[in-house]
C-alpha cells in the first residue's frame, strides 16, 4: 500500500505524520511531499520525535512534482489553519484524505510555548493517524 502524505512545506506536520505512519507498520510505502517544499526538516519536529523513539532526521521535505506520476492508495493532506489552503494532488489516487492539524512552526512566544506546540500537534497527529491507520489500512 502507497501512502503520500502532503502539505505545503513538508518541513514539519507531514514529516511527523510520514514517520508515525511508518512505524505503525513497515510493509507500508510512505512518503511525504510539499507544494512549496522548503527543502530541510523543521528541527523542532525531528527533536520531538526523536524524544519518543522515531527518527525522522534521515527524511527528506520533497516537492510534490516528484510524486504525480505514481499511483496512489492514499493521498492524505495535513494542512490546518484558516490561513493555509490545502494543495489539491491531480495524480492517480485511490482515496484522498484531509486530516488538518494547526502548524506548530508558526507559534510565537517563549522557548517553552513553542516546544509545548510542538507536542500538542505531535501528539494530535499520532492519535488522529494511528486511528485512521486502524479504520482505513490495518491488514487491507
Not at 496512489?72 to 495524480?91: K, L, M
Not at 492519535?127 to 482505513?136: D, G, S, V
Request: glycine share 8%; with cysteine; charged share 25%.
Amino acid at each position: 500500500m502507497k501512502v503520500l502524505i502532503l502539505c505545503t512545506g513538508n518541513s514539519c506536520r507531514s514529516q511527523m505524520a510520514h514517520g508515525f505512519l511508518q512505524s505503525f507498520d513497515k510493509d507500508l510505502q510512505v512518503f511525504s511531499a510539499g507544494t512549496e517544499a522548503s527543502g530541510k526538516l523543521n528541527a523542532k519536529a525531528v527533536q520531538v520525535m526523536s524524544e519518543i523513539g522515531i527518527d525522522i532526521s534521515g527524511h527528506t521535505s520533497d516537492s510534490v512534482s516528484k510524486y504525480l506520476d505514481e499511483k496512489w492508495d492514499f493521498v492524505i493532506t495535513v494542512c490546518g489553519g484558516a490561513n493555509e489552503s490545502c494543495p489539491a494532488f491531480v495524480g492517480n489516487v485511490k482515496n484522498r484524505v484531509h486530516i488538518g492539524f494547526d502548524d506548530p512552526s508558526h507559534a510565537v512566544g517563549t522557548d517553552e510555548f513553542i516546544m509545548s506546540e510542538f507536542h500538542r500537534v505531535r501528539d494530535e497527529i499520532k492519535e488522529q493517524f494511528y486511528q485512521y491507520y486502524l479504520e482505513n489500512m490495518k491488514g487491507k
